[in-house]
């Protein structure tokens, strides 16, 4: 699967606990030959560390183990080579597997707990910047799914929505003299009624950017019914048919996706100043971890490729040569940024990345705390 289908309904499902062991394993990937042709031997080779792991752990039973190991070999076939990123993710327990392929890097891990390892999933979800468009006319309204790759339509709570067929009523056009405008129909009003119910429930469940087109009496409508489309990022005043191509759809877009990602990059410089200014900033990896640790940080901005290996002394964080692996040492963190980006998600901070060298003064990454 890829990082789209990761709603926070996913991912807090994905963070259950379950019962011991839930199997994580995480590798780097290669989209391109010659590299790629390293990464099925890299994989039979975590498969197998795997396998030793579980039958060398006296809390796992041998049913269980040889039932973990069977969802592994299902997932390694599973896995498609044309559709590799840049890691692999697998996730199993004896009743089921999940594979995950991310445009974000991860190391070469093997993890047994009482839950997946899902920071590396988190770190995908917020680094694709995922957004929702929403398309809507007189009789139809569609949802897109929106990332960094690309658009499709989204089929998830009652969208795509279709007006009811109602066949034409001479008796009222005969009291009204004359057809009524489409848009001051209340049957269309009944309609886009319930496009802001479907659409307010969907930003309920899953918050992201919102973008709306449409033609202008449709957008006016929208906001004339209810609250949903009023704190869009974007607008894009056009015709919106119902079989828009998504090429198309992310053609008129983009516009407003620039316009968006301007002002929030903006936003993101203010608040970082502001910080500065109330003595609220933290700037640097250990600076950084410590306040996430302890529940302050409103915002971290990370650069978009910043990744770093490090040990964890006293709970602080301290670099280690380039190539050191956890395996060599328990308190290595090779994923410690995505581990952080999670741990700031879970505390309700914002997290947004920002180009990279944009925060080389400040270690890379920074924070405006809350207090």
């Known amino acids: 699967m890829d990082t789209d289908a990761l709603t926070s309904g996913v991912l807090r499902e994905l963070r259950a606990t379950r019962p011991y062991p839930a199997l994580s394993l995480t590798m780097p990937t290669h989209r391109t030959a010659p590299d790629n042709a390293q990464d099925p031997v890299r994989l039979r080779n975590l498969v197998a560390e795997a396998g030793h792991r579980l039958d060398a752990d006296p809390r796992v039973s041998r049913?269980?183990?040889a039932a973990i190991r069977a969802e592994l070999d299902r997932a390694v076939d599973e896995v498609d080579p044309r559709r590799a990123l840049d890691s692999l993710v697998v996730l199993a327990t004896a009743d089921g597997h999940q594979v995950w392929q991310l445009p974000r890097t991860a190391p070469e891990r093997v993890v047994l707990s009482d839950s997946y390892l899902t920071r590396n999933l988190v770190a995908a979800k917020a680094q694709a910047r995922p957004y929702w468009a929403l398309t809507v006319a007189a009789d139809h309204a569609t949802l897109w799914n929106g990332t960094d790759?690309?658009?499709?339509?989204?089929?998830?709570?009652?969208?795509p929505l279709t007006a009811p067929k109602e066949p034409p009523n001479p008796q009222r056009e005969e009291r009204t003299g004359d057809t009524p405008s489409t848009f001051t129909d209340e049957d269309t009003r009944n309609f886009f009624r319930t496009v802001d119910e479907e659409l307010r429930a969907l930003l309920a469940a899953d918050p992201r950017p919102l973008y709306v087109m449409g033609l202008p009496p449709a957008l006016s409508l929208l906001d004339d019914v209810g609250e949903s489309a009023k704190a869009a990022v974007g607008r894009v005043a056009k015709?919106?048919?119902?079989?828009?191509?998504?090429?198309?759809v992310?053609?008129?877009?983009?516009p407003a996706l620039e316009e968006g990602a301007r002002q929030a990059t903006a936003d993101v410089g203010r608040r970082l100043d502001n910080a500065r200014s109330a003595h609220t900033f933290a700037g640097g990896l250990d600076e950084v971890w410590a306040a996430v640790r302890e529940g302050r940080v409103g915002l971290i901005a990370v650069e978009e490729h910043f990744q770093t290996t490090v040990r964890v002394t006293d709970g602080h964080l301290e670099p280690v040569p380039e190539g050191t692996r956890a395996a060599e040492d328990p308190e290595i963190r090779e994923d410690i940024v995505d581990e952080l980006i999670e741990a700031a998600l879970d505390g309700g901070a914002d997290v947004v990345f920002v180009e990279d060298d944009s925060l080389a003064g400040h270690g890379r990454i920074a924070a405006a705390l809350r207090f």
């Open 239 to 248: 015709g919106a048919p119902a079989d828009l191509p998504p090429a198309e």
């Open 63 to 65: 049913e269980t183990a």
């Open 250 to 254: 992310l053609k008129e877009l983009r």
């Open 149 to 159: 790759g690309g658009i499709e339509v989204r089929e998830t709570g009652g969208f």
